[in-house]
């Protein structure tokens, strides 16, 4: 089963980790678990998009959320079961160093239609 990790953490401590996910993201890349991720751009940096009532586009400066807490970075992995994929996201260092990693399983049958 694929779970996309959604790492979240304090941006104002963001110059505290320049180091990312260090080995951890190593090991799962060399056992096969990492099928894909990344280190976000900040919040600030960020273009949201809704669409208007005619289907105009609506671009607006920064994150969806005015929150403290924003998404730093993602993973995606592969494991058997969500008690793996806990396993897994206990250990990365942004939940360490007092973050969240949010834990969603993908939608099995390809994209959602919603």
């Not at 401590?13 to 990344?38: S, V």
Request: aromatic fraction near 4%; glycine fraction near 14%; proline fraction near 4%.
């Amino acid at each position: 089963m694929q779970y996309l990790l959604l790492i979240c953490q304090d941006e104002s401590r963001a110059e505290e980790n320049t180091e990312g996910c260090g080995t951890w993201g190593q090991d799962l890349a060399e056992r096969g678990i990492t099928k894909g991720g990344g280190i976000l751009q900040p919040s600030t940096d960020a273009t949201t998009l809704r669409l208007g009532a005619q289907g105009e586009v609506l671009l607006s400066d920064g994150p969806f959320a005015e929150t403290k807490e924003q998404i730093a970075g993602f993973v995606l992995i592969e494991c058997a079961d969500l008690d793996e994929a806990v396993e897994i996201a206990k250990d990365h260092p942004g939940a360490i160093a007092g973050g969240s990693v949010e834990i969603r399983p993908l939608w099995t049958g390809g994209m959602h239609q919603g």
